[in-house]
């Protein structure tokens, strides 16, 4: 829920258009590999054969959809990515965390998942919730399928500002030494 916007908009594969997929490669690279990307405030980039494959296996975007849709520079083929910090963006603190509450199978072979989205810090069980539908495959690997946000919550979503349009306002001039 902090860095990316996966959860807090509604989508589909016909509609991808509110993520904010250059934040989202951090949290991919974490599911895949259990790490995080090297912490390096100057890397701006990251090469399209590390970024489009980690889209095509988690969310079934293609390499064309993201070029188009996503900040990319094709002289370098390369995405914008920035090192997610507190200066660069909106950081929920602390992180939300997510309950599944119900879960069913579908006539698909899909799962929803109905999931409340709690804020200890405040000691509240239910900030808003959402259902998210993944396919999961027979060696344990999965797919986010999509993801909907309950029409009574929508108010209580936070909101998010994607990393790249926070870094037009952000310069390491103005930290103070």
């Not at 344990?140 to 919550?153: A, H, L």
Request: with cysteine; aromatic share 16%; proline share 6%.
């Amino acid at each position: 829920y902090s860095g990316n916007n996966l959860f807090l908009t509604d989508w589909t594969p016909e509609n991808w258009t509110e993520i904010a997929f250059n934040d989202l490669y951090d949290a991919l690279l974490y599911f895949k590999t259990g790490n995080l990307p090297e912490y390096d405030l100057s890397l701006e980039q990251v090469c399209a054969m590390d970024f489009e494959p980690l889209f095509r296996q988690y969310l079934g975007v293609s390499s064309s959809y993201l070029r188009e849709n996503a900040i990319y520079y094709e002289v370098d083929e390369a995405y914008f990515w920035n090192y997610p910090t507190c200066a660069k963006h909106d950081i929920l603190f602390p992180s939300p965390v997510p309950e599944v509450v119900d879960f069913g199978e579908n006539d698909d072979g899909t799962f929803t998942l109905t999931v409340d989205v709690m804020d200890m810090y405040k000691g509240d069980d239910r900030v808003f919730s959402h259902e998210l539908t993944i396919r999961v495959y027979e060696d344990g690997s999965f797919k986010y399928v999509s993801n909907c946000i309950r029409p009574d919550d929508l108010e209580n979503v936070p909101s998010y500002t994607p990393r790249s349009a926070l870094l037009d306002n952000f310069s390491y001039l103005d930290m103070p030494n």
